[in-house]
């Protein structure tokens, strides 16, 4: 048995003999085969000189499977002496000291409204701002949303961007396909590219209707136009209290139940601090750019009721009474000059005017209409303050990690205060873009649910106008600063010397991506660059746009003003302007240093058209 059991394991050891010596075989051969190979590739690369041969470039040929195609580098044996045809990428970054930047922008806001510029709501954060920064009189919006928000993004004017009108309101036209051409680059991809982190928190707008959904295309959504991140809302409005979310590329569910104090605006505020966290968690060194749009203040006006009740009995003079008031506030700030009148509650002639948009006097009102038009005014005041509280909570933030002091703040609205109530407002503001007129005996009941989750209301075209004081009109009306002209603070404290004064050279939404993009060198991404990209139309003075306003010159002399050429050949390009040239430009009266975008002419106030009146915006 012993000799049995030898035999077998020296079987057994012949046996792995045997595959150990196959196995070193067929390592050689397979080592053959290799440098076989590696000499017919340096063959077919080589002549008889050892120089490239006549079969192409250096490196592998081609076996048909266009690998070879367009190399440029050098494959040799030795890989000391191959040269690589690319470089790894390396992602840019941003110069150093390079600022953050934060731009807040409100939706339907008069300048009237907060009290920075006289206005009776109490915006504790914008204040602290504007009294360590500057707040512009004469900024410019296009007077409706999803044109405003273009310009903002790209710095072009909104028929470049093909935002001619909302999302809603798109047409067959090229100027209102409300799709961003690919060669309008957005500030978000201007940013990303050139070492910026980049992060859009709250409304969007600017997706077309067909794209909301699952299954639309992404091609318009946030991720897909530069930024790195998103959540918020893709329509022109949401419920407050149970908005339509969406995160990223997807839709998704709230977080949790107004019963458990949820509201829009505290998670927007939430979700912006948490984005901001994580940046500093894993790249503190990295500069980022934030886009912060809440749903405030369009409507619906949904407001926490304790700060709803702060304004009790503050609007019971009526809308009228206002405007006598805050303007001479206005003017006590500086912000209207002296001498300044109120425009007519109702401005338009018979023949234009439609009456969807008209204004009831305060006077011919009855008293339950009194009482539920300031309800309605105080509701709204609450939402904005509400809202302004969760500004403040992101700009605590940034002063509790030291990086306030070299963030560019722009804090701003869209367009003026909407008249998208009708002259009677409403308890469900969806009555108006249906014409659907509102019962006042049915209003009345919903009183003290305005605000909540019951209601989707919407002031009277009386507080628009009062809230866009001491100008024409309000929000669509682009003819008229009661839809365009509208507040803009801005805060940089390691930027700007001057604290708390105000500026009144004019400046318009494409200004602002421009002012971005540009408060340290950023480049057009190369992939944009080369499709033609357009050039962005904002502008800056030839001082620097922080600068007072200097003396009015005299009429034909020059200013130290660039204004985008007027003709269409020349669109885009600077040139040395006049006063009298600039004012023939934008069609409104200058003096001085300007900052001036042709497209958004107003039309002139002596031939007012009828407006027809949008969808929500």
């Given amino acids: 048995m012993e000799s049995k059991n030898d035999d077998m394991t020296q079987t057994d050891g012949d046996k792995r003999g045997k595959l150990s ?16 190979a590696a000499g017919a590739l340096v063959a077919g690369c080589e002549d008889n000189t050892g120089k490239p041969g006549a079969g192409g470039n250096a490196g592998p040929p081609d076996y048909g499977t266009g690998i070879n195609e367009g190399f440029d580098g050098k494959i040799e044996l030795d890989v000391r002496d191959s040269k690589p045809d690319w470089k790894p990428f390396e992602l840019k970054h941003a110069p150093e000291g390079a600022p953050n930047v ?25 204040q602290r701002l504007a009294d360590n920064g500057l707040t512009y009189s004469q900024w410019h919006t296009t007077a409706l949303c999803s044109p405003t928000r273009s310009c903002l993004l790209t710095g072009r004017n909104h028929h470049v961007n093909r935002f001619a009108s ?95 104090g949820y509201h829009l605006s505290k998670d927007l505020a939430d979700q912006a601090i948490r984005m901001l966290r994580d940046q500093r968690s894993s790249n503190p060194s990295k500069p980022w750019y934030m886009w912060f ?17 702060k304004y009790k009995g503050q609007f019971d003079d009526g809308y009228e009474a206002y405007r006598e008031w805050v303007l001479k ?24 005017a439609s009456e969807a948009d008209a204004v009831r006097p305060w006077d011919s009102l009855s008293p339950d209409e009194k009482k539920l038009f300031s309800r309605m005014a105080e509701v709204f005041a609450g939402f904005s303050e509400y809202t302004d509280a969760q500004v403040g909570r992101v700009v605590d933030y940034l002063e509790q990690t030291g990086q306030l002091d070299n963030t560019v703040i722009f804090y701003c609205a869209d367009n003026g205060a909407s008249g998208e109530g009708s002259p009677n407002g409403s308890v469900n503001e969806n009555k108006f873009f249906n014409g659907y007129p509102d019962d006042l005996a049915e209003n009345m009941k919903m009183l003290d649910k305005l605000g909540t989750p019951d209601t989707y209301n919407h002031y009277p075209t009386g507080w628009a106008v009062a809230f866009s004081t001491p100008f024409q009109m309000f929000k669509r009306y682009s003819q008229f600063s009661g839809g365009t002209c509208d507040p803009m603070v801005i805060h940089w404290p390691k930027g700007i010397k001057a604290k708390g004064e105000v500026r009144h050279q004019y400046h318009h939404a494409t200004d602002v991506s421009r002012r971005s993009s540009t408060s340290r060198a950023s480049r057009c991404p190369r992939s944009i660059a080369a499709s033609s990209s357009t050039r962005s139309t904002g502008c800056r003075c030839g001082t620097a746009s922080t ?3 200097p003396r009015p010159p005299r009429s034909g002399s020059t200013t130290p003003c660039w204004a985008p050429a007027v003709s269409g050949r020349t669109v885009g390009r600077r040139r040395r302007c006049t006063r009298r040239s600039a004012a023939k430009a934008i069609s409104i009266r200058t003096s001085g240093s300007c900052s001036t975008s042709t497209r958004i002419a107003p039309r002139p106030r002596t031939s007012p058209i009828r407006i027809r009146r949008s969808s929500r915006s």
């Fill in 21 to 36: 010596r196959r196995s070193m075989l067929g390592g050689i051969a397979a080592t053959g085969v290799g440098v076989a």
């Fill in 166 to 260: 909302i999302t809603e309101g798109s047409d067959g036209f090229p100027g209102a396909a409300a799709r961003l051409p690919a060669q309008c680059a957005t500030v978000g991809q201007v940013l990303q590219d050139n070492g910026y982190s980049t992060f859009w928190v709250g409304k969007d707008h600017n997706v077309p209707e067909e794209d909301v959904s699952s299954g639309g295309s992404k091609s318009e959504w946030p991720l897909q136009k530069g930024f790195d991140r998103f959540y918020g809302f893709l329509g022109g409005e949401t419920n407050q209290w149970y908005p339509d979310l969406s995160e990223d590329n997807r839709f998704i569910d709230q977080p949790y139940a107004p019963e458990q």
């Fill in 547 to 549: 600068a007072p306003m």
């Fill in 293 to 309: 749009c809440p749903g405030a203040n369009h409507a619906p006006h949904h407001s926490p009721e304790e700060y709803s009740a």
């Fill in 102 to 126: 934060l731009v807040v922008l409100f939706d339907d806001t008069g300048m009237a409204s907060w009290s920075p510029y006289g206005g009776r709501i109490n915006m504790p954060t914008l």
């Fill in 329 to 352: 506030r206005m003017i006590d700030k500086g912000i209207m000059p002296e001498g300044t009148q109120l425009t007519p509650i109702n401005p338009l002639p018979e023949d234009v």
